[in-house]
């Protein structure tokens, strides 16, 4: 097996290294070792305002990201290792997840590290998770990839990760919310040594992939895809949105419809009257047809509630 420990933080620049060496790696099975600067990663199919609080990770620097994979919402920081693996795709496995996550069971075992497997992709000790494992099959290659929360900051992943979104509604997947906890607080190892850990158990005899400068800038050719806003927010399923307002004193919900992360209409249970089709009108010259953002909702709502007090 090949395997190459990847040197770049950028969680755009790893997301298309594993396309790349997807689509060049030929015959070869690869293994690649990552870490992000801090980023929140949604799923392919998620609907990124459900699963992260956007605004505030905006606000932070966090930086947001949406994989090809499927599965659920992560967050990454360079004590969150994680762990490609790409090779042929073989229609008759049995478990393709067992198939991988059964080596990365073994290996904490070796370590001394109590993780089990819990329901189709996760790694737990006792009840707390500790990996995440999605996959995807592009031609007859799959790519699996995990997270091993090593010593992630466990407080900034429970503040960009949504907790309630009972406001949306959708079809996405949605996260299924589970405690967590750091391998670290199992071992007395940094995460370097961990790194150099894994590299050793599954890659020992292998051959390094070097990728020439000439690769590095294919490789970052690709990253465009998964920076753009198209991808990150847009891609989102379409999704309404509920949000509660005050005029003249009466409490009032607003519903916004939103495709393509693109406000295409509102609904709103206000009562009726002249000065409401007039408030409904300006509101719908505000929304319809921009970016939506709960920030941009709010703050258009706010200027108006002061206008129409």
């Known amino acids: 097996m090949k395997w190459l420990i990847s040197d770049n933080q950028n969680v755009f620049y790893n997301l298309a290294l594993e396309e790349y060496l997807c689509q060049n790696a030929a015959d070869d099975d690869c293994f690649i070792i990552w870490t992000n600067e801090d980023s929140v990663v949604v799923g392919r199919n998620q609907n990124i305002f459900e699963e992260v609080n956007v605004d505030e990770a905006m606000a932070d620097g966090i930086v947001l990201a949406r994989r090809n994979s499927g599965g659920g919402a992560v967050f990454h920081d360079r004590g969150n290792i994680n762990f490609s693996v790409i090779r042929d795709f073989y229609m008759d496995a049995a478990d393709q997840y067992d198939e991988f996550l059964s080596p990365v069971i073994e290996m904490l ?118 920076s753009s806003w198209d ?31 693109i406000i295409r209409k509102i609904e709103t249970d206000f009562a009726g009257s002249p000065l409401d089709v007039i408030r409904e009108e300006v509101l719908e010259k505000e929304y319809v047809g921009h970016r939506y953002s709960e920030k941009y909702v709010r703050e258009i709502l706010e200027n108006n509630t002061k206008m129409f007090i």
Request: glycine fraction near 8%.
């Open 109 to 226: 075992h070796s370590l001394g590290v109590p993780a089990s497997k819990r329901n189709k992709s996760d790694i737990v000790i006792m009840d707390d998770k500790i990996s995440g494992n999605a996959q995807i099959i592009k031609g007859k290659k799959i790519i699996h990839h995990g997270t091993l929360l090593f010593d992630a900051d466990l407080e900034k992943l429970r503040k960009y990760l949504k907790s309630d979104s009972s406001s949306y509604s959708s079809k996405a997947t949605k996260s299924v919310k589970r405690s967590v906890v750091n391998i670290r607080k199992y071992l007395a190892i940094t995460a370097e040594e961990f790194k150099k850990y894994i590299a050793d158990y599954f890659c020992r005899g292998g051959e390094e992939i070097v990728l020439s400068e000439e690769e590095k800038r294919l490789t970052e050719s690709q990253t465009g895809k998964f």
């Open 231 to 261: 991808w990150v927010i847009g891609r989102s399923p379409k999704f309404s949105a509920r949000e509660r307002c005050f005029f003249g004193g009466k409490m009032f919900e607003i519903e916004f419809f939103v495709e393509k992360g």
